[in-house]
């Protein structure tokens, strides 16, 4: 898949157009592309984002998931909230990593846009305009790499990685499915944790 193709994807799951979904993409192709790594489609590489609760900062995570396949679903991505649009993503097998950060280059351009001022208008983003949209679209994905991103240099990032858990079991209790590691022993049967009476 070609990178276009990908940032058309990223914004497909995002939801709608906007520049921070633009610039998490942009940041998560160069983090790939520096490491020399191809997206992950398990848990081969592990993404550390900075965003908080941010409605632009969740933005970026969404293209960064998408870009690096580092996803909360997988487990293979953790939140750092410090309100930052910067990702650090590590190469599990090398040890590699390399954090990449999004410039305020842009900010000015951005927050006088069409988009931005319908925005803060109250207007809900999917419901602006394609061509508003794709302005802002266009203004972060075909700027230079170098005007908007800071690319760190390669790092070591040792770390034991916690092995997978894999599979799930009948509660033996309440009879729904339990995934292993939330298992709990209570006399001979094993139990979710609401069955076990344990807090976790």
Known sequence: MDDKQILLDALKFHGHRCWASVAGVRAGLAALRTLGVKRSGGTQLHAIIEIGEEHGGMCFGDGVQYATGCTFGKGNIQKQPLGK?????????????????????????????????????????????????????????????????????????????????????KCDACGELVAHAYLRAVGAQLVCIPCSGYDR
């Open 85 to 169: 649009l910067a990702v650090t993503v590590i190469d599990k097998a090398s040890d590699r990593a390399v954090r990449v950060s999004y410039k305020p280059t842009l900010q000015k351009q951005i927050a006088e846009s069409t988009f931005m001022q319908q925005r803060a208008a109250g207007i809900s983003p999917d419901e602006i305009a394609e061509a508003d949209q794709m302005e802002l679209v266009n203004l972060v994905w075909d700027a230079p790499e170098s005007d908007v991103l800071t690319v760190g240099a390669v790092f070591d990032y040792p770390k034991n990685w916690i092995p997978e858990v894999l599979g799930f079991r």
